[in-house]
């Protein structure tokens, strides 16, 4: 449990494989999830999805409580020994236990609260799998430690095409309604705590005295997680109080659309740089480059996308999940809005838990949550395609404040900070001008594709005449150190007119 210090480039030659299996990993994963959730969401329709969500709600918050913030903690940690394992495994069972038990106990109280009694059974089936998913974290969080992507992608997607595929799409068809989901859920819930323990074959003797470090830091963070979540579901609440089960089946629908892409790019880059930075936490200047090098990279690849999402929410709602869904097309539109502030989030998180500045990353999240929460209340006469704008604009709002507190850490200029955002919202603006004349003058699809194939074009031609506009130094800095490593580092340098340094 005591791994030899690594060297610079053994670090970064394992980062860099993790971040391929992650990225790897994480394409099959949006592949299957998209092509499940679409015939799930066709067979089950709104209403059953909403139920699922609003059981979910509860789930989401009782494993955050259970886990104890734990898993981070054990990544987090520079050294780590047998009893720190124990002293995790130890607390998460009491509290998961606790957790949920008070949710099966509670069930009825909490589906009246969410506005349906008939929800008190699928509540009493989500708190039986709150300690099947807090236990999953640890062995799933030593193999984030170790960079041991491949084979957590390899179980995850295992589990998730068991679980929702082979299982969930059958009893979706034959008529089980939001159980579908549940239970799909708990499968999935169960296959990675059985694999990622299958590999890591931690102690599994409990104990709850240890190093009051783990409990403190993985009290941080379960404050931040549960601000998180309250940002991300005391709006699914108010929907589903405010606006019923069916609009919460919309705004979910609409959100996890949405979010799926962004997912697929920051989810796999956040497991990798929380691991990475963490052990060389202390090395600020080369935190700041990779930093910089790497929203100017996320910002170029996304953000155009996200702005041609927006602007064709309605092409694409159709087109994905049909005319039973008709009204989410707005609440689409301003969950993509919002997704270029949401990446700047998850690269800014890793980074400052890294740096053991998880408060600060608590404080933000708090003010969000209760931001978009007060939002909702007192918006609530308005139609929800109307206050769903809310979102981007906290979304914006908590964005700022990261890049502050981020940049502070780091001792970051803001004008870095806007060389390395420049050329990302050259591109938003490019394919939303791009997207507006075309969609005036073409039918739906034909007009999401020249859209899409224009804002290339023209991206690419950019990048070859003006790099500057696009590549901040960090980034370009960072084309030319890898490129004689990488041959597609290389062909990049070649292409905008850089020259690669030797390593």
Known sequence: MKPAPMQEGELGRRAAR?????????????LATL??????????????????????????????????GF??????????????????????????????LGVMLSAPWLARWLGSGALAPLLVAAGALIPVQALSNIPVSLMRRDLDAKRAQLIYLGGYVFAYALVGLPLAWSGAGAW???????????????????????????RLAGDPALRRFGLQVVGTSVANWALENLDRVLVNRLWGAAALGQYSAAFTLSRSPAAFLVGSLQNVAFAAASRVQDDLQRLGRSYLATVNLLALLSWPAFALMACHADTVVHLLYGTRWQGTEPLFAAFCAGLPFFVLMAVSGPLLWA?????????????????LFAGFLCFRAYPLKHVVWLVPVVYLLRALW????????????????????????????????????LRARLTDLPAM???????????????????????????MQAMQADAPASAASRRLCAFVGLESRES
Request: hydrophobic share 60%.
């Open 18 to 30: 993790a971040l391929w299996w992650s990225y790897g990993g994480a394409a099959l994963r949006a």
């Open 35 to 68: 092509l499940v959730q679409l015939l799930l969401a066709r067979l089950l329709g709104p209403e059953a999805f909403g139920q699922a969500a609003a059981a979910f709600i509860v789930l989401a918050l009782g494993w955050m409580l259970a886990e104890g």
């Open 71 to 100: 898993g981070a903690a054990l990544i987090q940690k520079p050294v780590l020994s047998e009893e720190d394992v124990s002293h995790a495994l130890g607390w998460v069972l009491l509290l998961s236990g606790t957790a949920g």
């Open 180 to 206: 579908t989901l549940v239970i799909a859920f708990g499968l999935h819930s169960l296959v990675n705590m059985v694999g990622s323990y299958a590999v890591v074959r931690h102690t599994l003797r409990p």
């Open 355 to 371: 740096l053991d500045a998880v408060r600060q990353d608590l404080m933000v999240q708090l003010a969000g949550g209760l931001l």
């Open 402 to 437: 990261f890049q502050r507190l981020l940049g502070r850490r780091l001792q970051l200029q803001t004008g870095a900070m806007m060389q390395a955002l420049r050329g990302g919202l050259l591109l938003v603006l490019m394919a939303a001008v791009l997207s507006l004349g």
């Open 449 to 475: 594709g020249a859209s899409a194939a224009l804002s290339l074009l023209l991206a690419l031609a950019v990048l070859r005449q003006w790099p500057a506009l696009l590549l901040g130094p960090a980034l």
